[in-house]
């Protein structure tokens, strides 16, 4: 792992922790089905506030440790697999701008390979709405999750197919579009303009992902989250569920929690990536 890399997941920890109320309220909008929903939020407001009102400050961190435990994985997978597959790509016949999309859609895969088991568990913490002091701890759900169901595709790594979908899609057009777009704007000699020119990409870009990408996160949600009825199975895969959704509930509803989503991803997206370019290139020069 090199030492952007490091640098990458250390600011990826911080976001974690600044971020992740937004994580709660999306997933939280992502499982409510519809306005018969006796849990249903009004609006993001309310969402925040019902959330404060009835679990306290600490609910808007359910589910905090898992995604912290699966960072440093993630990010190392995330950029080291995309470099790898950048590489690979460079032998083949693909233009270099179609090269960096399919790098990042091979990263995202296997990105997804590494977070599904830790998503399940979060997922089941962030849909539990009682009281933080009495919602059993992230390793507690995860014993239970496996005692009922295993490590298989019913329990563990239960909503595979949509994780694939989720970060493939994302990472696609993430890295895909940064660095075309990128090499396609001129850059600036003054370095703030660079700077601004370069975030803004980037929150272009997390925030495109975002928009493509969300059904897939939909789908995750409610395979991942509580069934509507116990014991009975009505999220199964991935496009099972978005047909079902989008059936029930409308179009619409395939892209709940898509503002704090894109509040999260859009400017986090672009830290990221500026982070992981800025010092790469330092290490290329004084390494």
Same mark, same amino acid.
Not at 140 to 166: P, V, Y
Not at 271 to 286: G, I, R
């Given at each position: 792992?090199?030492?952007? &890399?490091?640098?990458?997941?250390? #600011?990826?920890?911080?976001?974690? #922790?600044?971020?992740?109320?937004?994580?709660?309220?999306?997933?939280?909008?992502?499982?409510?089905?519809?306005?018969?929903?006796?849990?249903?939020?009004?609006?993001?407001? =309310?969402?925040?506030?019902?959330?404060?009102?009835?679990?306290?400050?600490?609910?808007?961190?359910? %589910?905090?440790?898992?995604?912290?435990?699966? /960072?440093?994985?993630?990010?190392?997978?995330?950029?080291?697999?995309? &470099?790898?597959?950048?590489?690979?790509?460079?032998?083949?016949?693909?233009?270099?701008?179609?090269?960096?999309?399919?790098?990042?859609?091979?990263?995202?895969?296997? /990105?997804?390979?590494?977070?599904?088991?830790?998503?399940?568990?979060?997922?089941?913490?962030?849909?539990?709405?009682?009281?933080?002091?009495?919602?059993?701890?992230?390793?507690?759900?995860?014993?239970? $999750?496996?005692?009922? =169901?295993?490590?298989?595709?019913?329990?563990?790594?239960?909503?595979?197919?949509?994780?694939?979908?989720?970060?493939?899609?994302?990472?696609? $057009?993430?890295?895909?579009?940064?660095?075309?777009?990128?090499?396609?704007?001129?850059?600036?000699?003054?370095?703030?303009?660079?700077?601004?020119?370069?975030?803004?990409?980037?929150?272009?870009? %997390?925030?495109?992902?975002?928009?493509?990408?969300?059904?897939?996160?939909?789908?995750?949600?409610?395979?991942?989250?509580?069934?509507?009825?116990?014991?009975? $199975?009505?999220?199964?895969? #991935?496009?099972?569920?978005?047909?079902?959704? +989008?059936? &029930? /509930?409308?179009?619409?509803?395939?892209?709940?929690?898509?503002?704090?989503?894109? !509040?999260?991803?859009?400017?986090?997206?672009?830290? !990221?990536?500026?982070? +992981?370019?800025?010092?790469? =290139?330092?290490?290329?020069?004084?390494?």
């Amino acid at each position: 792992v090199t030492t952007s &890399e490091v640098f990458t997941v250390f #600011c990826s920890l911080v976001e974690i #922790c600044l971020m992740h109320p937004l994580d709660v309220v999306k997933t939280r909008f992502q499982i409510q089905r519809g306005k018969a929903d006796p849990n249903n939020y009004k609006g993001l407001g =309310d969402c925040f506030r019902t959330i404060f009102r009835t679990e306290g400050v600490y609910g808007f961190y359910k %589910g905090i440790l898992p995604p912290i435990l699966a /960072e440093t994985p993630k990010r190392a997978v995330k950029f080291f697999t995309f &470099e790898q597959y950048k590489k690979l790509l460079s032998f083949t016949l693909l233009s270099p701008g179609m090269a960096l999309s399919v790098a990042g859609l091979g990263s995202g895969l296997t /990105e997804a390979l590494v977070v599904n088991p830790f998503e399940v568990v979060k997922v089941s913490l962030q849909a539990n709405r009682d009281s933080f002091k009495v919602q059993p701890s992230t390793f507690a759900q995860a014993r239970t $999750i496996i005692n009922t =169901d295993g490590f298989g595709l019913r329990g563990l790594n239960k909503g595979l197919t949509s994780t694939l979908g989720r970060h493939g899609v994302f990472n696609m $057009i993430y890295f895909g579009f940064y660095f075309n777009v990128k090499d396609a704007i001129p850059a600036s000699q003054d370095p703030r303009l660079e700077f601004m020119r370069k975030f803004a990409i980037g929150l272009v870009s %997390g925030t495109v992902s975002s928009c493509v990408n969300i059904p897939f996160d939909v789908a995750k949600s409610r395979i991942q989250g509580p069934q509507p009825v116990p014991g009975e $199975i009505k999220y199964r895969s #991935c496009f099972q569920t978005m047909a079902l959704v +989008y059936r &029930e /509930e409308g179009y619409l509803a395939l892209y709940k929690g898509l503002i704090p989503k894109i !509040m999260r991803l859009g400017p986090g997206g672009a830290v !990221m990536l500026l982070v +992981y370019e800025y010092v790469s =290139d330092w290490l290329q020069k004084n390494w």
